[in-house]
């Protein structure tokens, strides 16, 4: 019973009102803050665009310097932290992890936390931007057994983080430029999507009144899955299996029928019915990762290969299934090094820049109600209890 508009899935009812990213999807398009993302991949930095989301507006080098200088100065994690890294068996996913430290940094920042106070929300969104990187290459090294590696405050927010996965003591760390230059460009298209599941709920945790730590924690549990996050894991070892461009036939059959289970991964997405403007970016720079340092992957050549028969198929065609975001950043990844169990954690990092951005947007908007939706009740009609006895 009940007069409710049934729609699983939320595919048509709009659950906010937000100035933050506006998505065409029949066209295509993309836009920060009403900046189209191909001009922010091409010029911008993603602290810049982190500031961009947060703030609505471009900075000017002053407030950039400044903002830079704030998320440079929180970067640190408590000591305390590192109890709970060693907590965790020594294989644990790093995004088990890494939803489980980011969540307890609430207990950190609680009490001192006001949340009716605008300067306290806005420094949990820098602290969150500023310590997610730390964590998360935390969990990496944990997981391999390397100690944990403070950030170095000299270098920018890519390097930075970089560093800490990759550093050894008293070896310095080459990086070619082009590594520093693909997860900046990588951080930017990943930064915000508008309420896509994980930023609908940081903003449904947000809408009790939660303390912000752990509403991320909970956008980065809902991004962890493989149709949202994990499907750049996903990719990768699809495109491991399927292993190489001859067997590519095979998929793309097995992706056709229902009844195997098996989806393409990186292909198809709820608002894009046409390609995906961030995949056409980031195609074009797996190309130049991989020739300028040198690496043949033959799962470039298998991915090429799948996207090729995929959008020359009827099945891929009728849907309007494009490749996404995820199809190619896994081969960057794995060209910059960074192993497959990390990837959702980049995109959970490059993301925390959007979630803070929509958790301060709600805080502050005064028709923000607390997200209760209604159901369709399936359930068995009123009846009386019976005793174990007579059961
Ligand atoms: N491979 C094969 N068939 C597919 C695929 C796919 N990747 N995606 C959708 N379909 C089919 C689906 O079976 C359905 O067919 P039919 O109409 O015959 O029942 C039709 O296309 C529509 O699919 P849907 O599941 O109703 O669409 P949705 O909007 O609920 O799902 C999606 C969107 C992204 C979850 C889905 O396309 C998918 O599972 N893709 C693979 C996982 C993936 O790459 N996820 C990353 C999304 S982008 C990054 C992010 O936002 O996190």
């Known amino acids: 019973t009940g007069c409710f508009t049934f729609d699983p899935g939320f595919v048509s009812t709009a659950s906010c009102r937000s100035a933050i990213t506006y998505i065409d999807g029949d066209q295509g398009v993309l836009l920060y803050r009403g900046y189209p993302i191909e001009q922010l991949a091409k010029h911008s930095s993603f602290q810049e665009v982190a500031y961009l989301l947060m703030y609505g507006e471009l900075p000017s080098k002053q407030q950039f310097d400044a903002f830079s200088h704030e998320v440079t100065h929180h970067t640190m994690m408590h000591e305390a932290l590192k109890s709970f890294l060693n907590g965790f068996r020594h294989d644990a996913h790093p995004m088990a ?3 489980g430290v980011v969540g307890s940094l609430s207990s950190f920042y609680h009490e001192q936390l006001d949340m009716d106070d605008p300067e306290h929300r806005r420094l949990a969104a820098i602290r969150l931007i500023a310590k997610v990187p730390t964590i998360a290459a935390a969990c990496y090294r944990y997981s391999i057994g390397w100690p944990v ?3 170095r405050n000299n270098l920018e927010y890519v390097n930075r983080f970089l560093h800490m996965m990759f550093e050894v003591p008293s070896e310095p760390l080459e990086l070619p430029p082009v590594a520093a230059k693909a997860l900046d460009l990588l951080f930017i298209l990943h930064a915000d999507h508008e309420q896509n599941a994980s930023t609908s709920t940081v903003r449904l945790v947000g809408s009790t009144g939660a303390n912000p730590y752990a509403c991320v924690s909970a956008g980065i549990a809902a991004l962890w899955g493989p149709a949202h996050g994990g499907a750049n894991e996903a990719v990768l070892k699809m495109l491991e299996e399927i292993g190489t461009a001859d067997q590519v036939g095979k998929a793309i059959e ?4 229902k009844n195997s289970g098996f989806r393409l991964m990186g292909f198809g997405h709820r608002v894009y019915k046409n390609f995906d403007p961030r995949a056409t970016i980031i195609r074009e720079m797996c190309h130049k990762v991989l020739d300028e340092l040198g690496v043949h992957d033959p799962l470039l050549e298998v991915a090429m290969k799948l996207e090729e028969a ?3 198929d009827d099945y891929f065609v009728q849907r309007k299934l494009y490749p996404n975001v995820d199809f ?6 794995k060209a910059l090094r960074i192993p497959t169990e990390m990837f959702t954690v980049m995109f959970a990092i490059a993301r925390t820049a959007g979630w803070v951005a929509h958790w301060l947007e709600q805080q502050s908007d005064p028709d923000a109600k607390i997200g209760r939706p209604r ?3 399936t359930g068995a009609d009123s009846r009386d209890y019976v005793a174990l006895a007579k059961r």
């Open 97 to 99: 992890m890494l939803c």
């Open 149 to 151: 590696r403070y950030p």
């Open 254 to 257: 097995k992706a056709k029928d």
């Open 310 to 312: 995929a959008l020359k």
């Open 328 to 333: 190619y950043s896994g081969i960057i990844y």
């Open 375 to 377: 159901q369709i009740y």
